[in-house]
Structure formats: C-alpha cells, structure tokens
C-alpha cells in the first residue's frame, strides 16, 4: 500500500490549502484516514481522521473549525481543507491509513505516506 500526499505549498496567513492523498495498493475504502503533521522542533501531532465510510471525523482543537477531512471513496483519495492558515500551521502534513476507523495515535496506522510541507508566511 502506497500513499502520496501533496497539494502542499506557500501561502499567506488566512490563505487556504487543500491537501490530497492517494492510495493505491489497497482497499481503500476500508481505511480509516488521518492526518498529521509535524511542526519544526515539534513532535509528530494528530490533525483530523475520517473514517472509512465518512461518517465520523475528528479534529484536533487547534484547527477545529478550520480545516475539514473528507474522502472520495471512487478515487482513493483523503482531502484535507485547510482555512484560515495561520503560521502555527507550518509543518510537514502527513497522512496514514488504518483498517476501517481513524485513530489520534500515529503508532495505530500502518501505512504512511511522504509528507508534503505547508508554510504559512506571517
């Protein structure tokens, strides 16, 4: 199972984003999706899951309100919307897949992909 995020970038505070993620190797639609990221000098940090039939999203507080998680079962692919981008939110956005549910925890998703980098300009 391969995932390929991109849609990264530079923007300026209060620009938006929307960042993809593909999978292919697998079922998709058996996956819970998250997103993650890590911001510089920063540990690894949960941003939102989805799960695999989208009724369920979750969402750090830190961009609650902000950023929404969304998935297109028909072309393997997690999206996350990002509004109203603040410079906190530059860091190396990653996404990872689980069976079926989403999880807070990155050690619970067994595959990952790349990571694409958000810079947020003051």
């Known amino acids: 199972v391969q995932l390929q995020a991109s849609g990264g970038g530079w923007v300026q505070a209060g620009d938006s984003l929307r960042l993809s993620c593909v999978v292919s190797?697998?079922?998709?639609?058996?996956?819970?999706m998250g997103w993650f990221r890590q911001r510089p000098g920063k540990e690894r940090e949960f941003v939102a899951d989805i799960n695999w039939s989208s009724d369920k999203t979750n969402y750090a507080d830190s961009v609650k309100g902000r950023f929404t998680v969304s998935r297109d079962n028909a072309e393997n692919t997690v999206y996350l919307q990002m509004n109203s981008l603040k410079s906190e939110d530059t860091a190396v956005y990653y996404c990872?897949?689980?069976?079926?549910?989403?999880?807070?925890?990155?050690?619970?998703?067994?595959?990952w992909g790349q990571g694409t980098l958000v810079t947020v300009l003051q």
């Open positions: 190797g697998g079922l998709f639609s058996a996956y819970g």
């Open positions: 990872a897949a689980r069976i079926r549910s989403g999880s807070y925890y990155p050690h619970e998703y067994k595959y």
